[in-house]
């Protein structure tokens, strides 16, 4: 198995802005669901981000189509059969996942499916993410699509 870098981003809930973490580390205890994000300078001093206000955002460690790194969060579309599918990247029970949020009209977000490779993502690309394209998020509303847009 080979081990991957891994990748964080990060969205101020309050500001509605990107942070960047260049610097910071993150700890976060996974029972407590608590966490830190924090920086130390070369002087010792402790910049910390208040956790509350921060959803932070983990890579899966794939890329979609277009050789972008798929973040939990992030809004997928795929284009098949002339019909448009969308998807948010989750994290349930241990472990990335997708679930469907909108195909042509139907909205169901029952559905997850655990993603463990690069096949989850060859034919789906990012259009966005849940907190810069809210309104990505609903049915897309649309009648059927062109597959060869979507490629």
Same mark, same amino acid.
């Given at each position: 198995?080979? +081990?991957?870098?891994?990748?964080?981003? $990060?969205?101020? !809930?309050?500001? /509605?802005?990107?942070? %960047?973490?260049?610097?910071?580390? *993150?700890?976060?205890?996974?029972?407590?669901?608590?966490?830190?994000?924090?920086?130390?300078?070369?002087?010792?001093?402790?910049?910390?981000?208040?956790? +509350?206000?921060?959803?932070?955002?983990? $890579?899966?460690? !794939?890329?979609? /189509?277009?050789?972008? %790194?798929?973040?939990?969060?992030? *809004?997928?579309?795929?284009?098949?059969?002339?019909?448009?599918?969308?998807?948010?990247?989750?994290?349930?029970?241990?472990?990335?996942?997708?679930?469907?949020?909108?195909?042509?009209?139907?909205?169901?977000?029952?559905?997850?499916?655990?993603?463990?490779?690069?096949?989850?993502?060859?034919?789906?690309?990012?259009?966005?993410?849940?907190?810069?394209?809210?309104?990505?998020?609903?049915?897309?509303?649309?009648?059927?699509?062109?597959?060869?847009?979507?490629?």
């Amino acid at each position: 198995m080979e +081990n991957r870098e891994f990748k964080f981003r $990060a969205w101020h !809930l309050v500001e /509605n802005r990107w942070i %960047d973490l260049n610097g910071f580390n *993150i700890c976060w205890k996974l029972f407590a669901n608590k966490g830190e994000v924090y920086s130390v300078t070369e002087q010792g001093a402790v910049h910390e981000l208040e956790v +509350n206000y921060v959803d932070i955002m983990q $890579a899966t460690g !794939l890329e979609d /189509n277009a050789g972008k %790194d798929v973040y939990r969060g992030d *809004i997928l579309e795929s284009c098949t059969d002339s019909q448009l599918l969308r998807w948010e990247v989750i994290f349930k029970a241990g472990c990335f996942g997708i679930r469907n949020i909108g195909i042509d009209g139907y909205v169901n977000h029952a559905e997850f499916f655990h993603i463990d490779s690069e096949y989850y993502f060859k034919d789906r690309r990012i259009i966005g993410n849940i907190h810069e394209q809210k309104h990505l998020q609903k049915d897309p509303a649309v009648e059927g699509c062109d597959a060869s847009a979507a490629e």
